[in-house]
C-alpha cells in the first residue's frame, strides 16, 4: 500500500505505482511516472516529462529530471528514464536531455553514492556503481559493470567501456576501454581488469586472453591500426576481443592509452 506523507506536495498529473514511499517533503512535478514500490525518503524534488522504474531508492536531496544545464535549452521537451532497483544517495542530480525528444537514460541495479551527477544525454547501464562525487558531463555513456572511483570526472562525450574501474580523483578526457583500469590526472590505462572481470564469472582462460589483447594494442610498440589488425586475426575468436575492438574502432575521441 502506497505511503504519501501529508507534507509531500505531489502534482495531480504525477503516476504513483502500488507499495511506494513518499517521505516528507518530497516534491513531484508534473510529467513524473514513479513505478512499483520506489521509495523517496525525504525533501526529495523530481521533475519531468521523467519515467522511473519499479523499486528504485531516493535517499534526501536528491534532485531529479530537472532541466539540462545546458545553455542551448530553451525550454523544450526532453525526458529522463530511469530502470528498476537502483539506489541514489543523498544530494544527486539526474537531468534531463537537451535536444527536443532527446533523452538521459539509467539502466537498472546501479548503486550512485552521495553527491553524484549525471548531466544532460547521459547512458548509463546496468551494475554500474558510482562512488562518491562521480560527474559525468553531457552526453557521457557508462556501460554494464563498471566502478568509478571517488571524484572521478568524465568529459563530455566520453564513453566507459565494459568491466571497466576507474581510480578515484581521475580525470577522464578520451575513451576508455572495455575490460581495463584507468587511474591518474591525466588518466592513462594500467592493465586489464582482471578482479573485477573475476567477480563477473569470467572464465581465467578468457582473461588470459584480454590481457595478450591488451599487450597488443598498448605495450608492444604497435601503431593501433596495426594491432587492430592483428587482434581480428585471432583464432579461436573471441567475443570480448573482438567487443574490445569494434570499441576503439568506433571512438570519435580516441582513447586512454597506457602502460603496464
Known amino acids: 500500500m502506497t505511503e504519501i506523507h501529508p507534507t509531500a506536495v505531489i502534482d495531480p498529473s504525477v503516476e ?29 524534488t523530481m521533475a519531468g516529462p521523467s519515467f ?7 535517499y534526501a536531496f536528491t534532485s531529479i529530471g530537472q ?36 533523452y538521459t537514460r539509467i539502466g537498472s541495479h546501479n548503486n550512485l553514492l552521495a553527491y553524484c551527477h549525471v548531466a544532460h544525454d547521459c547512458v548509463v547501464g546496468n551494475h554500474v ?6 560527474g559525468l558531463a553531457g552526453h557521457v555513456t557508462v556501460s554494464d559493470g563498471v566502478i568509478l572511483g571517488g571524484l572521478t570526472a568524465i568529459h563530455q562525450f566520453c564513453r566507459v567501456g565494459r568491466h571497466v574501474m576507474i581510480g578515484g580523483l581521475a580525470k577522464i578526457i578520451k575513451d576508455v576501454p572495455p575490460f581495463t583500469i584507468a587511474d591518474g590526472n591525466p588518466s592513462a590505462l594500467r592493465g586489464i581488469n ?14 588470459r586472453i584480454l590481457k595478450e589483447a591488451y599487450k597488443t594494442l598498448f605495450m608492444r610498440g604497435l601503431p593501433l591500426s596495426e594491432a587492430l589488425a592483428v587482434l581480428r586475426t585471432l583464432t579461436p575468436v ?12 568506433a571512438s570519435e575521441r580516441g582513447v586512454l592509452r597506457g602502460g603496464r
Open 67 to 102: 532541466q539540462t544545464q545546458d545553455l542551448k535549452y530553451v525550454g523544450e521537451p526532453t525526458h529522463l528514464e530511469i530502470g528498476s532497483d537502483n539506489t541514489f544517495r543523498e544530494f544527486i542530480t539526474i537531468n534531463r536531455g537537451t535536444a527536443p525528444g532527446s
Open 52 to 58: 522511473i522504474g519499479a523499486r528504485n531508492k531516493f
Open 16 to 44: 504513483i505505482g502500488a507499495d511506494c514511499h513518499i517521505g516528507p517533503y518530497c516534491v513531484l512535478h508534473a510529467g513524473v511516472v514513479l513505478g512499483d514500490g520506489c521509495w523517496l525518503q525525504n525533501h526529495v
Open 194 to 207: 582482471v578482479v573485477g572481470l573475476e567477480r563477473a564469472g569470467l572464465p581465467a582462460a578468457e582473461v
Open 129 to 134: 556503481i558510482f562512488s562518491n562525487s562521480v
Open 238 to 249: 573471441s567475443e570480448r576481443v573482438n567487443h574490445l575492438v569494434e570499441f576503439i574502432e
